[in-house]
């Protein structure tokens, strides 16, 4: 067990070094294109903070054939995500919602009805009817996702001012964008390394503590391919951009989704959705309640914190607690 638990924190540990510098050339990126900081985040930043996510779900479908583990990880990752929004109101003196915009509430609806989705896809798997071994929700997962990434990008452009970059400027930084795009894609290729290995370890770590997939894949795995939407989104509130954070917490709630409808398609023993534990279903109802607590505070705007926390990010903070003690009772 030792063994493994060294090879899960060097894994854990490329990881953050990677995602370190996958923040800083995500700004940089955001910088020298014009695209904005707000699209960055809750696109561009978004998919590649999720790799591990994506990369440990599928080895899990696939190389140690354990859905719960990548379920696990999906949903736990998302709870997790929304958890890092308390982590930095900590740090901060005023109330994280009120100091962002509140068009992340566009992004936090198509999140809330992607989990909720992928609820419905658990819960009516024994009656779901596959297209050969998929489950017609991971189509309709896809489907909406691809819609929300229209979506929201649309609705960016309409609602934010743009950024123009003259040619000149841009002729002159063509260079240094290519040098930061190569720079991106070594730290992108490490962090997919590091996170296909992660489950190999994670699931005997699992076996011989007798913690169980669901409950380590929600609880650890999440924590571990979840430290890159950490590190960036403390790398970004060290910038002062705070809208960068959110969004990026936001947009891998929403691409994790996509990620469980891709780890079916990967799964050809049958539905992942038939194949995993209903006990996934407290973090699908946590999630859509932490992200409709967040979806208030943005609306809200709260002015004041108790110990620290908003009511928002306490209210995210105690769920949380009260998700894990939950899940380590049904173990």
């Known amino acids: 067990m030792y063994l493994q638990g060294l090879g899960f924190i060097c894994c854990t540990a490329v990881i953050v070094f990677s995602g370190t510098k996958l923040a800083h050339y995500g700004d940089k990126i955001a910088e020298l294109t014009g695209w904005g900081k707000a699209w960055v985040g809750l696109i561009l930043m978004a998919s590649v903070t999720s790799l591990p996510e994506l990369m440990a779900g599928i080895s899990s479908v696939t190389y140690i054939n354990a859905p ?3 379920a696990g990880d999906v949903f736990g990752s998302c709870v997790f995500n929304l958890l890092i929004l308390s982590f930095i109101d900590v740090r901060i003196n005023k109330p994280l ?27 009516m798997s024994d009656i779901t009817p596959n297209i050969f071994w998929i489950s017609p929700f991971s189509v309709l997962l896809i489907v909406v996702y691809l819609f929300a990434v229209r979506g929201i990008f649309q609705f960016d452009q309409a609602h934010e001012s743009a950024n123009p970059i003259s040619e000149v400027h841009r002729e002159n930084n063509k260079s240094e964008l290519k040098k930061v795009f190569i720079a991106y894609g070594i730290n992108a290729l490490l962090v997919i390394i590091a996170a296909f290995f992660l489950p190999y370890f994670g699931e005997h ?13 929600t609880v650890f795995l999440a924590a571990s391919t979840s430290l890159p939407e950490l590190v960036v989104s403390f790398a970004a509130i060290r910038m002062g951009s705070f809208d960068l954070s959110v969004g990026n917490l936001l947009g891998s709630n929403i691409f994790n989704i996509f990620i469980l409808a891709l780890d079916d398609i990967f799964y050809t023993k049958g539905s992942l959705f038939a194949n995993i534990k209903k006990d996934h279903l407290d973090s699908v109802i946590i999630v859509i309640i932490m992200t409709a607590v967040v979806g208030l505070g943005l609306m809200i705007k709260p002015t004041r914190k108790f110990w620290r926390l908003s009511f928002d990010t306490l209210i995210i903070l105690l769920l949380y607690i009260g998700l894990m003690l939950t899940l380590y009772l049904k173990t």
Not at 99 to 123: D, M, Q
Not at 210 to 215: D, I, V
């Open 68 to 70: 719960n583990l990548a």
């Open 97 to 123: 919602t009120s100091l962002v915009k509140t068009s992340h509430l566009f992004a936090g609806l198509f999140g809330i009805i992607l989990i909720a989705l992928s609820g419905f896809a658990i819960l």
């Open 205 to 217: 770590i699992a076996a011989q503590s007798g913690l169980g997939n669901t409950f380590f894949g």
